[in-house]
């Protein structure tokens, strides 16, 4: 499969022609989008259209708790998941006005970053595959617009050819800030390992995160505890271990630990990363020119890291993947015009099943299937593309040689 997917070297020049997407034609790709929005509402269901931002109310009742001097984490209130620093960064400010804001700022520099980019189809079509992008925006989940922050800020920082520093230090201080509320925010920190002079970025981000914990531990020791008992209950008991395959085998066949569950689909993920970039050989810069949709897949790889994914970091890493792949597509590609129309209608199956044929497992298979078959075809494009990069490498030595 992969010496089908191979780009030859001529494709490299022609990537400014090449990267208009297509598929069906312009009005086509547009009426899909359209289609696939409308639908992801849809399927929604009426408790998260008529009732939207359940997240958001969750956090707004654990700060009224905080600040009343009652314990925000009672398993009986509204399941408030998330470590002490949120309460405290959080509750001497307007939180509504402030939230408001953040999500503002995050779609915004979003905007800004992706206003001249030809992908936004393609992210956009990944982006409400399944309907995640769609599910977490109406919870009002702040990991969702976290993460479409720290995506528009590496693309930003990696097109840019000005305060490239500044835009680093900027995002090493969003990954610090939010990996010490969601811990698996941590793992963006590892694309400064491809980013010129990006291991002092790499090293401060978790030496960050390390004092945050700490200074939880030592200032909030009871309010730590019970939220390490409060997510422990949330993810055991009420199967809210994630869509993937940590998630599935917590909820359906619960043989092994879950340190077990987290080891197997880390090496899962780990190995196909291996495989397709081979982080220990020189050089391990992105160099998008030269390898196209390296980045998008460096930032999808830090997404799927996360053993417990959920919709609000599907939909990120749908669209990361996408536009990774369409990056590095060319237009005669007929497998790659498929493939961005097939995983959305595969969803779109799946919830028509369970909708109608009561096969309440067709989604959690659809998801189990899906992130995993998505990662792995853009897996083996990044192994093709770095496969005959080295090739050609060894061909202009040889011709050096000859010539010289």
């Not at 020791?221 to 409060?230: A, G, H, I, Q, V």
Request: hydrophobic share 55%.
């Amino acid at each position: 499969m992969a010496r089908r997917i191979m780009i030859s070297e001529g494709a490299f020049a022609r990537r400014p022609v090449t990267a208009i997407m297509k598929p069906l034609g312009k009005r086509h790709d547009i009426a899909f989008l359209a289609f696939l929005a409308l639908f992801s509402v849809y399927q929604q269901g009426r408790g998260k259209v008529f009732s939207p931002f359940w997240d958001y109310k969750v956090y707004a009742y654990a700060l009224d708790q905080f600040r009343r001097g009652a314990n925000p984490y009672n398993p009986h209130g509204f399941p408030f998941v998330y470590p002490p620093a949120f309460l405290n960064l959080f509750s001497h400010v307007p939180f509504h006005g402030f939230y408001l804001a953040f999500v503002c700022a995050s779609l915004a520099c979003l905007a800004y970053s992706l206003r001249h980019a030809d992908f936004v189809v393609a992210g956009a079509l990944g982006f409400f595959t399944g309907g995640a992008g769609v599910g977490g925006i109406l919870t009002g989940n702040f990991a969702i617009f976290a993460h479409l922050l720290i995506i528009a800020l590496f693309y930003a920082a990696s097109t840019g050819k000005s305060s490239a520093t500044a835009k680093h230090w900027l995002l090493a201080f969003f990954i610090a800030l939010f990996a010490a509320i969601k811990i698996y925010f941590l793992t963006y920190a590892l694309v400064f390992f491809f980013v010129p002079k990006g291991m002092r970025y790499l090293l401060a981000v978790p030496v960050c995160v390390a004092l945050a914990t700490i200074a939880q531990l030592v200032l909030e020791p009871r309010l730590w505890t019970d939220f390490e008992t409060l997510l422990r209950w949330q993810m055991l008991t009420q199967n809210d271990s994630g869509l993937v395959l940590f998630g599935m085998l917590e909820q359906h066949v619960r043989a092994l630990s879950a340190i077990e569950d987290v080891l197997i689909y880390e090496l899962v993920v780990v190995a196909l990363f291996i495989g397709a970039v081979n982080p220990f050989r020189a050089p391990r810069l992105i160099a998008a020119e030269k390898v196209p949709g390296r980045l998008f897949y460096l930032l999808a790889f830090a997404l799927a890291l996360n053993p417990r994914m959920k919709e609000y970091d599907i939909a990120p890493f749908f669209a990361c993947c996408y536009v990774s792949l369409f990056q590095s597509s060319t237009r005669d590609n007929r497998l790659d015009r498929a493939f961005f129309y097939a995983v959305p209608l595969a969803f779109v199956a799946a919830w028509v099943i369970v909708k109608f044929g009561h096969v309440y497992y067709a989604l959690d298979v659809a998801w189990f299937i899906g992130v995993y078959f998505v990662f792995v075809v853009v897996s083996l494009r990044q192994r093709a593309l770095r496969l005959a990069g080295h090739a050609h490498a060894r061909h202009a030595d040889r011709d050096a040689h000859a010539t010289g």
